[in-house]
């Protein structure tokens, strides 16, 4: 079954970088896009950027372009999400999800990781 | 970028009722490439409906969805208790994807 495992809580200060593991299981890693998605504490969901694990190239929301960044480790079939420059207004929980096969555009999320809290603060 | 805007922000319902919540879109959605989540607290979501009216794998079948272009509809034809819940809208035709603000299914 797809399972997808996140690294565990942080806690980063302001102007820190902070790097959330995404561990994919139970499906070929390379063929399947990855995004990442934040929602701040009592808000909304935010999505963050896509990745091509087959390509390695990304595709970021604007206003995160510059401070995020995505890669891979093939032999663990392990996406890694990095945010530089951390602000108080990054604190929140960040999941990974598993987006469509590389050979489509466009799909939905049926597979989440469970969560990684990062909270900012000085 | 496409807006999308939930109606209403709260639902204060009995088990046993209908639940209509409704996500409007700023443009339309291409190919109906929309799908509606349910979170419940301390949880990942849950994909239910994706292309705006298929069933994702394991879904009860009271949840169903509709519309296409800009208006799209989540009906939960009797709520159950687990139902209670927030629910989110997405679009992902075309990058950036975004997610409406949520509904939230209260207990009245």
């Known amino acids: 079954q797809v399972q997808l495992v996140q690294s565990g809580a942080e806690v980063k200060k302001p102007g820190a970088s902070v790097k959330v593991s995404c561990k994919a299981s139970g499906y070929t890693f390379i063929n399947y896009y990855m995004h990442w998605v934040r929602q701040a504490p009592g808000q909304g969901l935010e999505w963050m950027g896509i990745f091509n694990p087959t390509s390695g190239s990304i595709t970021s929301a604007q206003k995160l372009q510059g401070r995020v960044t995505m890669t891979r480790d093939t032999s663990t079939s392990t996406v890694y999400m990095e945010l530089s420059s951390l602000r108080s207004d990054d604190t929140a929980v960040y999941y990974c999800?598993?987006?469509?096969?590389?050979?489509?555009?466009?799909?939905?999320?049926?597979?989440w990781g469970q969560g990684t809290l990062v909270t900012v603060s000085s | 970028e496409i807006v999308l805007t939930q109606s209403p922000g709260t639902l204060s319902l009995s088990p046993g009722e209908r639940a209509t919540l409704s996500c409007r879109a700023s443009q339309s959605v291409s190919n109906s490439y929309l799908a509606w989540y349910q979170q419940k607290p301390g949880q990942a979501p849950r994909l239910l409906i994706y292309g705006a009216s298929s069933r994702a794998t394991g879904i009860p079948d009271r949840f169903s969805g509709s519309g296409s272009g800009t208006d799209f509809t989540l009906t939960i034809s009797r709520l159950e208790p687990e139902d209670f819940a927030v629910y989110y809208c997405?679009?992902?035709?075309?990058?950036?994807?975004?997610f409406g603000g949520g509904t939230k299914v209260e207990i009245k």
């Open positions: 997405q679009h992902y035709g075309s990058s950036p994807l975004t």
């Open positions: 999800a598993r987006g469509p096969s590389v050979r489509y555009s466009s799909g939905s999320f049926a597979y």
